[in-house]
């Protein structure tokens, strides 16, 4: 079986982070390693809190984990300082496989997760980011999504697929310089961890494929884990990978 490392936060609702990145793992054929970046304190209707990892136990529970096994790809999200970067780096370093870092930078209720800083230092080590347009506009200057994907891509060193809600469906990706856009269905609502299980299926189809055909899966796993999902009282829908 492949093994995929993700490398996230805690949700105690187990609609979004680390809990979604095991569920979308599983659903594909995946085993799952999991290294809590932080936990947080939310529902689905407000982020209360969010409580970062102490930097060595990441170190710690990497070492351990490279005991017993031999990773496929890694996929990356909430960051929630730099200090928790640079523990996340120095894993990151020692493996060879595709990475997958999604920049949260906002819960999708609301409230900050990740910081801009924590996450630039990872970037120039990983494979791809995946950020929707709200967050990659943090990152660059540009308003055109196009511009925006390839002025990331030329400032951090790696591909970027920005995701598309923002875009009407569509994800605008610039692979090594090369830009391209993946349509698909657009579905309306308010959704929670629709981000997560992006990035996950897309590290899990990168460990046996390339980008391209990569983003067009991870886009239709998403689109059939949200018609799957289930609604909370609060009426966010939660995906269901």
């Known amino acids: ?33 999991s290294i809590i970046t932080a936990l947080t304190v939310q529902n689905s209707r407000k982020l209360l809190s969010v409580h970062p990892a102490p930097p060595e136990v990441i170190r710690e529970q990497f070492l351990a984990l490279l005991e017993d096994f031999e990773f496929s790809a890694v ?19 020692k493996l060879d496989c595709p990475k997958v870092l999604d920049p949260v930078l906002f819960a999708s209720v609301g409230g900050r997760l990740g910081e ?39 400032k951090y060193g790696c591909s970027v697929v920005i995701t598309g809600g923002e875009l009407k469906g569509r994800d605008i990706v610039c692979e090594w310089g090369k830009i391209y856009s993946v349509e698909a269905e657009l579905l309306t609502g308010s959704f929670h961890g629709t981000g997560c299980v992006y990035s996950s299926a897309l590290a899990c189809y990168l460990a046996t494929g390339d980008l391209e055909l990569a983003v067009r899966k991870a886009r239709i796993f998403v689109l059939e884990s949200v018609k799957k999902g289930f609604r909370t009282d609060s009426g966010r829908l939660f995906v269901n990978p």
């Open 1 to 33: 079986m492949k093994i995929i490392l993700t490398i996230s936060a805690l949700d105690p609702s187990g609609g979004a982070g680390a809990s979604a990145d095991i569920k979308t793992a599983k659903a594909l054929g995946f085993h799952s390693c």
């Open 75 to 93: 996929k990356i999200g909430v960051i929630p300082n730099s200090e928790v970067a640079r523990a996340v780096l120095d894993c990151i370093k």
């Open 116 to 154: 801009k800083s924590a996450y630039e230092l990872l970037m120039p080590e990983v494979t791809v980011i995946t950020p929707n347009y709200s967050e990659a506009k943090v990152f660059g200057s540009k308003e055109n999504p196009e511009e925006l994907a390839f002025e990331l891509f030329k």
